[in-house]
């Protein structure tokens, strides 16, 4: 199964873009990259997934090397509410999908 | 539409009791998952339906867990002879094709205590 490294924890300043790297270096061509952060007592929240290409939503941009070794999650303006645990995951094929978590990155945003 | 449901949210049992734990999944979702979380801790995978295919239960700890889906609707998860270290959150997950590059949903998990 393809691993992935997170930093364990971050901090960002409350407006400014915070951005999580991610490391993959044995992720295989057709492994999707998937981001979902986790904040206290929730279950996990989708937040984006991409491929090769760059991709962007509502709440997050995904930067994904030419490579595809490595990954970086862009919240452009971080809130408060952005303070939680960010979990990078490459989604395993020919298994039914399932997830592999990792111990992922705690972001802390501050006033 | 309504999300992935989990019932019960708490549930605090003696060990050596028998627990069952149950998943609502999105409608229309083919695949269901279920994780464990310790705390402090990621999530473990612990079983995966889809459709009428075999499940992969290459995540289940012991064989005191097991788990059942009726169709392509409700879960249950059941532990027998729980024991302390069954003590974590259980959440539930549902995707429509249980592919990879299919989005997975959560639910807001069950928080197991065993004493």
């Known amino acids: 199964d393809a691993k992935t490294t997170q930093p364990p924890s971050m901090d960002c300043a409350e407006g400014r873009a915070a951005n999580l790297p991610c490391n993959h270096s044995?992720?295989?061509?057709?492994?999707?990259v998937y981001w979902y952060r986790q904040i206290h007592s929730q279950g996990p929240q989708y937040i984006i997934h991409?491929?090769?290409n760059n991709e962007t939503n509502e709440m997050a941009s995904l930067i994904i090397t030419e490579d595809r070794k490595s990954s970086t999650l862009i919240l452009p303006h971080a809130t408060l509410r952005d303070t939680a645990v960010y979990y990078c995951?490459?989604?395993?094929?020919?298994?039914?999908?399932?997830?592999?978590f990792g111990q992922g990155t705690e972001l802390s945003v501050k006033p | 539409g309504a999300g992935v449901s989990q019932s019960p949210s708490n549930k605090v049992t003696e060990k050596g009791k028998d627990v069952e734990l149950r998943c609502d999944p999105i409608?229309?979702?083919?695949?269901l998952y279920w994780y464990r979380q310790r705390l402090g801790q990621g999530l473990e995978f612990l079983i995966y339906?889809?459709?009428?295919?075999?499940?992969?239960k290459s995540g289940l700890p012991s064989d005191r867990f097991s788990a059942e889906r009726t169709g392509e609707s409700v879960s249950t998860l059941t532990i027998q002879r729980t024991q302390q270290e069954d003590s974590a959150v259980y959440l539930c997950?549902?995707?429509?094709?249980?592919?990879?590059?299919?989005?997975?949903?959560f639910g807001p998990g069950t928080r197991l205590t065993v004493l």
């Open positions: 997950a549902s995707s429509l094709y249980g592919q990879a590059g299919d989005t997975q949903y």
């Open positions: 044995t992720i295989s061509g057709n492994e999707y």
């Open positions: 991409g491929l090769k």
């Open positions: 995951i490459v989604r395993v094929q020919n298994q039914g999908g399932k997830l592999i």
């Open positions: 409608s229309g979702h083919t695949a």
């Open positions: 339906f889809q459709g009428n295919s075999a499940p992969d």
